[in-house]
Structures are given as structure tokens and as C-alpha cells.
């Protein structure tokens, strides 16, 4: 079935270093793939998104790929900040004879120190 | 305006005893979801309604009883609450876009709910 894969957490990081969280996906067909963050206390929201292959979702710094032959969607920022520090999801959208249903990745923590 | 809103934030209740937990939107989408994130962070879709209409049930207790008088508003009764309840339920919305083949959710700020 569809799945989404993410690296375990929690990612311990100093201010303005380079950050990877990676993240592949099983899926058939052409899916499009998003990354949402959740800082403390509050909802998700959506961070970025990519609708096809080769696509780049990229907002706030962060940015990720959308890779077809290696089903991966890998969230990457060059220069984190303290605020930056949240959960982060990778999440694939399916359509299911009923409509929508998102499938999310396990999360992963960051927490960035100054 | 939050354009997700749910109550109450917090809710701590004893075994067996029945909640509800309301949410609306006022996004204009079409469709709303529930959401159960347990203490590991981990995200599962619960309910989802189409215009008052369910169309997604992932399998989940009985006890658990979603109700949407309106596409606004969407809430969660649970009877007969359990330990395993305890979690954060965050109520979700998205105007679907199937041709584009993309549905952004947009959350709440959750619900979080503890069973002693």
C-alpha cells in the first residue's frame, strides 16, 4: 500500500547550520508530495509542495525535490534558526474512491540551539 | 478570523464518561477531516465528510461518533472514553482539487484530549 518513509528523530542542530530531513514514499502513479510543519502547540500547516516530478516545492529557506526514480522528497535549508525548531512531516495526498486521503510520515523533531 | 477553529483546546475527563469535541471552518471548503496525533507525533485520519456527507472512515471505533449538521462544522462525539484515547484530535479542512491532483489540509490548533 501507499506509505511514507521520514528519518527518525529528533535532529539536534546549531543556528546556521545545513539541514536534511529525508523522505521517501511508495506510491503508484504520478503523486504529488508536501512537506507541513507543526511548531509547538499548534496545528500543522503547509510548508511546501511539488505536483510532479522534478518539481521544487521551496518556502521560507527550506526547499525539496521531487525525485521519480528515486521516490524521494528530502526537505532541505541551508541556514537554520531557532525558530525553526518544530515537527516535520512529509505527507502524500491519495485519492480514494471517497476522496482524499492524506498519508503522513512518521515526523521528525528539530530543535535548533543557539 | 481563524479560519479553523476548534474547542475546547484541552479536555481531561475519567474513563467511560462521553465528550465532544466541535470544529468549524470558514474556508468555504468543501471537505473536513479528523485526525488522532498520539504521544509519538504519529498523524491518522480518523474521519473525513464531503458537504455533510461521510466519505472516509478509517476503521475506527464506534465509540467514536463524527457529525456534520452543515459543511462548516464537523464534530466528534466519543462515548465510553478509554486510556487509548488520550491524544491531540485536530480537525482539518481542503477544497479538493482533484484535477490538479494536489489537497492542501488546512488544521486546527488541536484538541488535546486526556483520559484519566
Known amino acids: 500500500g501507499d506509505s511514507v518513509t521520514q528519518m527518525e528523530g529528533p535532529v539536534t542542530l546549531s543556528e546556521e547550520a545545513f539541514l536534511t530531513i529525508n523522505c521517501t514514499y511508495t506510491a503508484t502513479g504520478y503523486p504529488s508530495l508536501f512537506w507541513y510543519v507543526q511548531y509547538p502547540g499548534e496545528g500543522l500547516q503547509l510548508l511546501l509542495k511539488?505536483?510532479?516530478?522534478?518539481d521544487k516545492g521551496s518556502n521560507k529557506g527550506f526547499e525539496a525535490t521531487y525525485r521519480k526514480e528515486t521516490t524521494s522528497f528530502h526537505l532541505e535549508k541551508g541556514s537554520v534558526q531557532v525558530s525553526d525548531s518544530a515537527v516535520y512531516f512529509c505527507a502524500l495526498p491519495r485519492l480514494n474512491t471517497g476522496g482524499f486521503k492524506t498519508i503522513f510520515g512518521a515526523g521528525t523533531r528539530l530543535f535548533v540551539k543557539a | 478570523d481563524t479560519a479553523v477553529s476548534q474547542t475546547p483546546k484541552y479536555l481531561v475527563t475519567q474513563m467511560g464518561n462521553d465528550k465532544s469535541i466541535k470544529c468549524e471552518q470558514n474556508?468555504?471548503?468543501?471537505?473536513m477531516y479528523w485526525y488522532k496525533q498520539d504521544s509519538k507525533k504519529f498523524l491518522k485520519i480518523m474521519f473525513s465528510?464531503?458537504?455533510?456527507?461521510?466519505?472516509i472512515n478509517e476503521t475506527v471505533p464506534n465509540r467514536f461518533s463524527p457529525k456534520s449538521p452543515d459543511k462548516a462544522h464537523l464534530n466528534l462525539h466519543i462515548n465510553s472514553l478509554e486510556l487509548g484515547d488520550s491524544a491531540v484530535y485536530f480537525c482539518a479542512s481542503s477544497q479538493e482539487g482533484v484535477l490538479s491532483g494536489a489537497n492542501v489540509l488546512t488544521f486546527g490548533a488541536g484538541s488535546r484530549l486526556t483520559v484519566l
Open positions: 474556508l468555504g471548503h468543501d471537505t
Open positions: 511539488a505536483t510532479k516530478a522534478d
Open positions: 465528510y464531503n458537504n455533510k456527507e461521510l466519505i
